[in-house]
């Protein structure tokens, strides 16, 4: 969240959503009603978020207020991706492109890709709503083995996304072409030991890296001289 300079994450084994300091202290937890498979979280403006719920193939809006510990979302908007709702490889990360007013949505595997959804976040209730889905060309690239997370950045309108199975972010530009990478293996970045199991991914306006990894796990990349991530 740019606006609060605070980090969200979710817990799909108990529906709950986590905010967390820039050092990883955590803030509060608010329990979430409804959604039984979340998977990935992405602040859209001011109070309003989109969820990515895993087992339903779809993405709900949801109004999250500074104080509050409880939200249910069971009337929130919520937008199925049913073209591939027979497949048990599912949507694993989400993201807000402000630039494009778009959703950013990572599938696993099975295909590997990344979908871009336009005109469901700002559709008028009662009003005809046109909704735009595109395949982005950064989907394959770089021989990443899975996708668990992505991420934008808004200066400079690059993708990252996570793969948990190669243990790497990749950056990609507007045209989908790689510009870096950082290994999450040990003996790189500082890293004593590679990332078990890299599940979330964030990006700050100076650049550092925020990654999330089961057991509970939170680091922080800086960015180097010279480097894109």
Same mark, same amino acid.
């Given at each position: 969240?740019?606006?609060?300079?605070?980090?969200?994450?979710?817990?799909?084994?108990?529906?709950?959503?986590?905010?967390?300091?820039?050092?990883?202290?955590?803030?509060?937890?608010?329990?979430?009603?409804?959604?039984?498979?979340?998977?990935?979280?992405?602040?859209?403006?001011?109070?309003?978020?989109?969820?990515?719920?895993?087992?339903?193939?779809?993405?709900?809006?949801?109004?999250?207020?500074?104080?509050?510990?409880?939200?249910?979302?069971?009337?929130?908007?919520?937008?199925?991706?049913?073209?591939?709702?027979?497949?048990?490889?599912?949507?694993?990360?989400?993201?807000?492109?402000?630039?494009?007013?778009?959703?950013?949505?990572?599938?696993?595997?099975?295909?590997?890709?990344?979908?871009?959804?336009?005109?469901?976040?700002?559709?008028?209730?009662?009003?005809?709503?046109?909704?735009?889905?595109?395949?982005?060309? *950064?989907?394959?690239?770089? =021989?990443?083995?899975?996708?668990?997370? /992505?991420?934008? !950045? +808004? #200066?400079?309108?690059? @993708?990252?996304?996570?793969?948990?199975?190669?243990?790497?972010?990749?950056?990609?530009?507007?045209?989908?072409?790689?510009?870096?990478?950082?290994?999450?293996?040990?003996?790189?970045?500082?890293?004593?030991?590679?990332?078990?199991?890299? *599940?979330?991914?964030?990006? =700050?306006?100076?650049?550092?890296?925020? /990654?999330?990894? !089961? +057991? #509970?796990?939170?680091? @922080?990349?800086?960015?180097?001289?010279?480097?894109?991530?």
């Amino acid at each position: 969240n740019h606006e609060t300079h605070t980090l969200f994450t979710v817990s799909n084994q108990k529906p709950l959503i986590v905010e967390l300091s820039l050092t990883g202290e955590v803030l509060r937890t608010i329990k979430v009603t409804w959604i039984d498979d979340m998977e990935g979280i992405a602040h859209i403006s001011g109070h309003r978020f989109a969820l990515l719920n895993e087992a339903k193939h779809s993405v709900v809006l949801a109004e999250i207020e500074d104080d509050v510990h409880e939200v249910d979302v069971s009337h929130a908007p919520s937008l199925t991706l049913a073209m591939y709702a027979n497949d048990n490889k599912g949507f694993e990360g989400i993201a807000w492109d402000q630039q494009r007013q778009r959703l950013l949505v990572a599938k696993e595997r099975s295909p590997k890709r990344v979908i871009a959804i336009q005109g469901f976040v700002d559709a008028v209730p009662g009003q005809p709503v046109a909704i735009h889905i595109e395949k982005l060309s *950064e989907t394959a690239s770089c =021989g990443l083995r899975d996708l668990s997370a /992505v991420t934008y !950045e +808004p #200066n400079s309108g690059h @993708v990252l996304l996570l793969s948990d199975d190669s243990r790497m972010v990749a950056e990609y530009d507007a045209e989908g072409r790689l510009l870096d990478t950082l290994a999450l293996w040990r003996g790189f970045q500082g890293l004593h030991r590679s990332v078990p199991q890299a *599940e979330g991914l964030a990006i =700050g306006p100076d650049k550092r890296i925020y /990654v999330i990894s !089961e +057991p #509970n796990l939170f680091y @922080v990349f800086k960015p180097g001289p010279g480097k894109h991530i």
